[in-house]
């Protein structure tokens, strides 16, 4: 065989896989390559990394915003409007919600550090724990947790794009970046997209539940339907009870450089707690640790707030509040 029909055969060969990352590289289906803020909206969540959707706001828009107030926290801060929020901050302040799914303290501390390297002081931040971001670990190892690179060290490029690649080779994924209307409905059916009812406003980096929050007002039984209630309880604890204490010493060490960033930031802060319908909350014992490392005046512990027993006060079973009780207790916490 001569050497040129071996490279021939060699190609011919590996076509299929350089198909395959073509059609990857084309498409971009995680929206991690090329970032476009639409892909965030129209994409029907396909694989969100809102970490990484955060990030990417920022950068492409604090040119312009000069962003200089964050709301930090899980899925669990997104209905803490950054318009109603505002409300309490110096005027003129510019507000992003610099939230990531299933956030961690490592995350947020992670994000002031980047902010502060792009030249950008958080003057004022909102923070949102929920009893469980402090059980958290960084969850590098699949797309819709892994940190982004760019603001950690923890995480290489090589094994971030590893991760979204792999994902992608998913024959659906493949099929759908070709033919996406026809196979939307596998994508759903294997909760690789998710139909999203959110509308997104990308200076601020905010889902709203506009349709949610309009039927709410006008016919909450037509949304707190008998069948959405029963899924309420299915996914609640009996009662809300204290977990066991998970303040270790690795927590407490990452809580104190927390509270250094804020302090060489001079942030405004204030930490809230918010409560969720009959879930488990901080230990008594966690709950004093926390205020003792970020000031008693500053964290707001709602857990056990008479919404934790109305489902109502929620949009989902997994205790999302409404954007509406999310005002109600902005207002609680800086009124007090």
């Not at 312009?64 to 950054?82: E, L, P, V």
Request: with cysteine; hydrophobic share 40%; glycine share 4%.
């Amino acid at each position: 065989m001569t050497f040129k029909r071996f490279i021939l055969r060699t190609m011919l060969a590996t076509l299929p896989v350089w198909a395959v990352v073509a059609i990857y590289v084309a498409a971009d289906p995680f929206n991690v390559l090329r970032f476009d803020s639409r892909k965030s909206e129209a994409h029907a969540a396909a694989g969100r990394n809102m970490g990484v959707v955060t990030i990417n706001t920022f950068l492409n828009n604090n040119e312009r915003r000069h962003y200089d107030s964050f709301i930090f926290g899980s899925s669990m801060s997104q209905n803490f409007r950054a318009e109603e929020w505002a409300k309490y901050l110096p005027s003129g302040s510019s507000v992003l919600h610099a939230d990531a799914t299933m956030e961690t303290i490592d995350g947020i501390v992670d994000k002031i550090r980047f902010f502060n390297s792009r030249g950008t002081k958080v003057a004022n931040a909102l923070i949102v724990i929920e009893e469980e971001m402090l059980r958290r670990s960084p969850l590098d190892n699949d797309i819709l947790h892994v940190r982004p690179p760019a603001i950690t060290s923890e995480v290489s490029a090589l094994h971030f794009h590893t991760l979204f690649f792999n994902a992608y080779k998913n024959p659906t994924v493949i099929g759908y970046c070709l033919m996406p209307k026809r196979f939307k409905a596998k994508m759903e059916a294997e909760g690789i997209i998710t139909t999203d009812p959110s509308a997104r406003i990308d200076s601020l980096n905010e889902y709203r539940y506009n349709k949610f929050d309009s039927l709410i007002a006008v016919n909450p039984d037509a949304f707190y339907t008998r069948e959405r209630l029963r899924a309420f309880e299915a996914n609640a604890d009996v009662m809300p009870q204290p977990y066991n204490s998970v303040m270790t010493a690795e927590l407490v060490e990452k809580l104190k450089e927390l509270r250094a960033l804020l302090k060489s930031n001079g942030t405004k802060y204030v930490v809230i707690i918010p409560p969720r319908y009959k879930r488990r909350t901080l230990s008594g014992g966690d709950l004093l640790a926390l205020r003792e490392i970020l000031g008693e005046d500053n964290v707001k512990d709602y857990s056990h707030d008479a919404l934790s027993r109305n489902p109502r006060a929620y949009y989902d079973k997994t205790a999302h509040l409404t954007a509406a009780n999310c005002t109600a207790l902005l207002k609680k916490a800086y009124s007090e």
